[in-house]
């Protein structure tokens, strides 16, 4: 008899991991050369979430036992083995992220039923995920596990609105995946146009990366002791954006809680401007505070509007994304509304409408600017 499992597994999400067993602990006490009473330290340092030596000591083993023993198996299977990561899985969970870029890597972004999709941020959240695992993957080895459960909780629209984020991140593989139960019939009167729809959208962009003046942080503190709620609204903002893996004196840094206090304690990049959310209980003195809520997010976009002059963005203050591919002059402008909208992309001096429906996406033709070399 095969033990009850649960499917999908109980997503731990923002769970500091490892194992704490007896066995491990001696071999993680011998293998720094700690003293038998660091142990207790340790575990305290996990309960708190304090980004210590100690435990990036005890992340590092962790990790170097998961990664050993993957490639054990990826030797044994002589095979295309990948890995199987969760919603913004990462060192925390023993998962060094560094150590999978060559193989197939398929993320579970939870999201699985229609009260977590249905929120703006359940959207932005999944959007940001998926753009920090492709930090590490390259699009061809980029597979998402895109969740319905249980099978009939997830609707067409939502399902369809999720190769958008495909497309938008240059995930080439969507697993589209329902248990053991197939999708309902009628998902599939809209996921069949929308399928053809993005294949011929990605198409377009594949191999481009997304470029703008917010920039997309994911840093080592939210990566070691992080909960797993990103500061992710402001991709709502309908303001271009890049994924960074430093920062620079260029555009807004949005910086999640723990990377804020992280920042709080040992300045760096002292140049960059960045935005922090209110609920950070550290940051640094020079960061912005803006709560997570679209009504402080449009109004910081109103406030840096001159300086959005050269860059193209939606006009509005409705819930969009707005990926911008200079390389082949293209935006994908992206409704997150659940009703249809015009939306205005403001192109220098032109003003381009897109009539968009519910959680539509579309892309536009834009003016040349700067940078013309691919990725
Ligand atoms: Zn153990």
Redesign the pocket.
């Known amino acids: 008899m095969f033990p009850r499992r649960r499917f999908p597994p109980r997503a731990r999400s923002g769970e500091i991991g490892g194992?704490?067993?007896?066995?491990?602990r001696a071999a993680f006490l011998q293998s720094g050369g700690f003293a038998p009473g660091r142990w207790e330290e340790l575990l305290n340092d996990v309960r708190e979430r304090r980004p210590t030596a100690l435990l990036r000591a005890w992340l590092d083993f962790t990790c170097d036992e998961l990664s050993a023993s993957f490639r054990r198996q990826r030797e044994a299977f002589a095979g295309d083995l990948g890995i199987m990561v969760m919603y913004l899985g990462a060192e925390k969970a023993g998962i060094r992220l560094r150590d999978y870029a060559d193989v197939p890597f398929r993320v579970g972004e939870l999201m699985f039923d229609d009260p977590a999709f249905a929120p703006v941020k359940g959207k932005t959240d999944e959007l940001f995920s998926v753009l920090f695992h492709r930090r590490f993957v390259r699009p061809e080895f980029a597979f998402s596990e895109t969740t319905a459960y249980p099978a009939d909780r997830l609707s067409g629209v939502h399902l369809a609105a999720k190769l958008v984020i495909s497309t938008l991140a240059d995930v080439r593989h969507t697993m589209f995946m329902s248990g053991l139960t197939p999708f309902p019939r009628e998902h599939w009167s809209v996921l069949a146009p929308a399928m053809r729809e993005q294949a011929r959208r990605h198409a377009e962009i594949a191999g481009h990366r997304p470029r703008g003046p917010f920039k997309h942080v994911w840093g080592e503190a939210q990566r070691l002791i992080g909960q797993d709620n990103p500061f992710s609204l402001w991709l709502a903002a309908g303001v271009p954006f890049e994924v960074v893996e430093e920062l620079s004196p260029e555009g807004w840094h949005f910086v999640s809680d723990h990377d804020a206090g992280e920042l709080a304690a040992a300045p760096a990049g002292a140049a960059a401007k960045l935005v922090s959310r209110d609920s950070a209980t550290s940051r640094p003195p020079r960061a912005e505070v803006v709560a997570e809520s679209l009504p402080a997010l449009f109004a910081l976009k109103r406030r840096i509007q001159p300086e959005l002059r050269d860059v193209p963005h939606v006009e509005e203050d409705e819930p969009a994304v707005c990926a911008w591919f200079p390389t082949v002059r293209k935006v994908m402008v992206w409704n997150l509304s659940a009703e249809a909208r015009t939306l205005t992309l403001a192109d220098g001096e032109r003003r381009i409408p897109l009539r968009l429906g519910p959680l539509q996406a579309t892309a536009a033709e834009v003016a040349a600017r700067g940078e013309t070399k691919a990725r």
């Open positions: 194992c704490f067993c007896d066995r491990h």
